[in-house]
Every structure is written in structure tokens, then in C-alpha cells.
């Protein structure tokens, strides 16, 4: 049966080398780190890469962040992996568990982690499934 999760979180974004790419292809590199409260109580660590275009408004980005804390009551850590794109202003974007990525409690781990940014503020929405046999 699957679960919801809510709160907020602070992302941290710096700037990184991306080796080999000219300045006019437009791709970029970031560390990507996160301090996330609410039914989520963790920190993360990633990186995302991104690629611009000549077209304001449209651009495209891929993430890949460690996420490490507790769910709900259960502790461990998972991976997030965030494809997103941006067509002339309209975005669109999937962030999802990767498959196996569950470790301690949160071995099995499946699920969708929706970001809403209102008013300058970052929240989440992640649905989420465990394995029966952990829903004690």
C-alpha cells in the first residue's frame, strides 16, 4: 500500500567543472545537497548535470543525490534520481527511487518525490511503498 510523506527542504547548489565542454555547448555541473524536514528527516549529497539552450526557457537536467536519514520512523538511506525538462517555460520533471537503492529499514524502498516550490519555499510529496513484511 503506498504512503505519503510531506514537508519542506533547503537545497544547496554549487557550481562544478564539467571536464571537457566547451563554453558554447552550454552544459553545466552542480552539487546538488539537501537538509529535508517533515515526514522526511534527512540530509543529502548529489550532482546534476544540465544543458541549456539558445531558446530562453527551455533547457534540460538529470540528478543523481544520496538521500540519508529517516522515513517516517524508519531509518536508512536511499538514491533519487531526478530527470527533469524545461520547454519554453513549461517544466516538467520526475524524481524517482532508484530500484535496490534501500539500505537498513528502507530496504525495497519504491516511490515518486514530487517538488512544489510556492513562494520562494521548496516542499515535497513523496509516495512511497515498502515491502509488506517491513510495515510493522
Avoid: C, W
Wanted: no cysteine.
Amino acid at each position: 500500500m503506498a504512503q505519503t510523506a510531506r514537508g519542506e527542504f533547503a537545497a544547496s547548489l554549487k557550481p562544478l567543472a564539467f571536464e571537457g565542454a566547451a563554453p558554447e555547448f552550454k552544459l553545466g555541473r552542480m552539487s546538488i545537497d539537501k537538509q529535508i524536514s517533515g515526514d522526511l528527516t534527512a540530509s543529502t549529497m548529489g550532482q546534476m548535470l544540465s544543458a541549456m539552450t539558445s531558446i530562453d526557457g527551455s533547457a534540460g537536467y538529470v540528478a543523481i543525490e544520496r538521500v540519508a536519514g529517516v522515513l517516517n520512523g524508519k531509518r536508512g538511506t536511499f538514491v533519487l534520481q531526478h530527470t527533469g525538462t524545461m520547454t519554453r517555460g513549461v517544466p516538467s520533471l520526475v524524481v524517482t527511487v532508484v530500484p535496490d537503492s534501500g539500505t537498513e529499514d528502507l530496504v525495497g524502498l519504491e516511490g515518486e518525490f514530487k517538488i512544489n516550490i510556492e513562494e520562494g519555499k521548496h516542499y515535497y510529496e513523496f509516495t512511497y511503498r515498502l515491502p509488506a513484511q517491513q510495515n510493522r
